[in-house]
């Protein structure tokens, strides 16, 4: 739009001044060749066919000397192209010299340096559009990521109270419980009454199932908490789209943290490859070896552009190299047949 405006003001001050100069002549021709050139020029980016029109103009401007009242028009467009070295192009205006034609290349000039500024400050400010914008995305999905991280520390911190609870509660009544049951044995061996040892029994049964049914709900607190198949096989039914298999052979008894930290990996690849693949199947597998856990999880989706899916994907593969890491472990990913992870964790 500012280019428009711009050649409109030097083409209503080349009008004026051409049927000023010229009042019995016929200029429309002329000036439709020299606007035809003009606006061609604003359309092609090939640099070569503009020298060859811009030769062309100069040609038409020795074969008749009116074409040098449109100069101006022209010159707009060559001092965007090639800068200083339009000065040597100057002096084409004096083959049919006039003073307001002079003052409208300077002008023309003027404008075209004013114009290229402004195109270079544009280009510059979409630059730092484009970053912010790169910048803010980076920022919701770091924040996302920080989201995850938290709800992640709560759930450990409630797993670490409540075990902390079961412990107590197998500490203190278990001990409790255990000491009554043996007091009452004492109680049975003193007495001579059958009656009161009948009822001593009774009593010591019926603490012996309570020390039983407490041991049972401690233990399903901790196989609850612990219960990491169990959660990624919740994960798979999320996604009814993608058929989902999982092979699960870790029989270590694995920490709390490690669990949730796995389970975090699981999660994030899973849901990767809901957003961002056209995978109909995904394969999970989970291995315990020697020195250290194995984690696969690879999709057979075709669809995708690296680049892209990578960007996308950064914060997510950022977590998982950081677990990696905190196990002194590898994180790896490869494009072969689909999108694959594999990550170990070290043990010990």
Same mark, same amino acid.
Not at 34 to 57: A, E, P, Q, R, W
Not at 256 to 284: F, P, R
């Given at each position: 739009?500012?280019?428009? /405006?711009? &050649?409109?003001?030097?083409?209503? /001050?080349?009008?004026?001044?051409?049927?000023?100069?010229?009042?019995?002549?016929?200029? %429309?021709?002329? /000036?439709?060749?020299?606007?035809?050139?003009?606006?061609?020029?604003?359309?092609?980016?090939?640099? &070569?066919?503009?020298?060859?029109?811009?030769?062309?103009?100069?040609?038409?401007?020795?074969?008749?000397?009116?074409?040098?009242?449109?100069?101006?028009?022209?010159?707009?467009?060559?001092?965007?192209?090639? &800068?200083?070295?339009?000065?040597?192009? @100057?002096?084409?205006?004096?083959?049919? /010299?006039?003073?307001?034609? !002079?003052?409208?290349?300077?002008?023309?000039?003027?404008?075209?340096?004013?114009?290229?500024?402004?195109?270079?400050?544009?280009?510059?400010?979409?630059? %730092?559009?484009?970053? !912010?914008?790169?910048?803010?995305?980076?920022?919701?999905?770091?924040?996302?990521?920080?989201?995850?991280?938290?709800?992640?520390?709560?759930?450990?911190?409630?797993?670490?109270?409540?075990?902390?609870?079961?412990?107590? @509660?197998?500490?203190?009544?278990?001990?409790?419980?255990?000491?009554?049951?043996?007091?009452?044995?004492?109680?049975?061996?003193?007495? *001579?009454?059958?009656?009161?040892?009948?009822?001593?029994? @009774?009593?010591?049964?019926?603490?012996?199932?309570?020390?039983?049914?407490?041991?049972?709900?401690?233990?399903? @607190?901790?196989?609850?908490?612990?219960?990491?198949?169990?959660?990624?096989?919740?994960?798979?039914?999320?996604?009814?789209?993608?058929?989902?298999?999982?092979?699960?052979?870790?029989?270590?008894?694995?920490?709390?943290?490690?669990?949730?930290?796995?389970?975090?990996?699981?999660?994030?690849?899973?849901?990767?490859?809901?957003?961002?693949?056209?995978?109909?199947?995904?394969?999970?597998?989970?291995?315990?070896?020697? &020195?250290?856990?194995?984690? *696969?999880?690879?999709?057979? +989706?075709?669809?995708?552009?690296?680049?892209?899916?990578?960007?996308?994907?950064?914060? +997510?593969? !950022?977590?998982?190299?950081?677990?990696?890491?905190?196990?002194?472990?590898?994180?790896?990913?490869?494009?072969?047949? +689909?999108?694959?992870?594999?990550?170990? !964790?070290?043990? +010990?």
């Amino acid at each position: 739009m500012r280019r428009f /405006f711009e &050649k409109s003001f030097i083409i209503l /001050f080349c009008l004026y001044n051409t049927y000023k100069l010229n009042t019995s002549k016929d200029l %429309v021709i002329y /000036f439709l060749i020299s606007l035809t050139i003009s606006l061609t020029l604003d359309l092609l980016n090939n640099g &070569k066919i503009k020298t060859i029109i811009y030769f062309s103009f100069i040609l038409l401007c020795f074969y008749h000397k009116l074409f040098i009242f449109y100069f101006p028009l022209i010159l707009y467009n060559m001092c965007l192209d090639f &800068k200083a070295y339009t000065v040597f192009i @100057l002096p084409l205006i004096f083959m049919n /010299f006039s003073t307001t034609n !002079l003052l409208a290349s300077i002008g023309s000039i003027y404008l075209s340096i004013m114009a290229r500024k402004y195109n270079i400050v544009l280009y510059e400010n979409k630059i %730092v559009r484009d970053e !912010l914008k790169e910048d803010t995305l980076y920022l919701e999905k770091y924040n996302k990521q920080l989201k995850i991280d938290k709800e992640k520390n709560i759930h450990i911190a409630i797993l670490t109270e409540r075990n902390r609870i079961a412990r107590e @509660l197998h500490d203190s009544i278990g001990h409790s419980i255990s000491s009554s049951i043996l007091q009452i044995e004492a109680l049975k061996v003193i007495s *001579t009454d059958s009656h009161v040892i009948k009822n001593l029994d @009774l009593l010591q049964n019926t603490l012996r199932n309570g020390m039983d049914d407490i041991r049972k709900s401690i233990h399903n @607190l901790y196989s609850e908490s612990l219960d990491l198949k169990n959660q990624i096989e919740k994960l798979c039914i999320e996604i009814p789209t993608i058929d989902t298999e999982l092979i699960y052979k870790i029989e270590d008894e694995l920490g709390y943290d490690l669990k949730l930290d796995i389970l975090s990996i699981v999660k994030e690849a899973i849901t990767n490859c809901a957003k961002h693949s056209n995978a109909t199947k995904l394969k999970i597998s989970l291995l315990s070896q020697p &020195k250290f856990h194995s984690i *696969t999880i690879k999709d057979n +989706g075709s669809k995708f552009d690296k680049k892209s899916s990578l960007k996308n994907k950064g914060i +997510g593969f !950022l977590s998982m190299n950081e677990i990696a890491n905190k196990y002194n472990g590898f994180f790896n990913y490869v494009f072969d047949d +689909g999108f694959k992870i594999h990550i170990t !964790l070290m043990k +010990g």
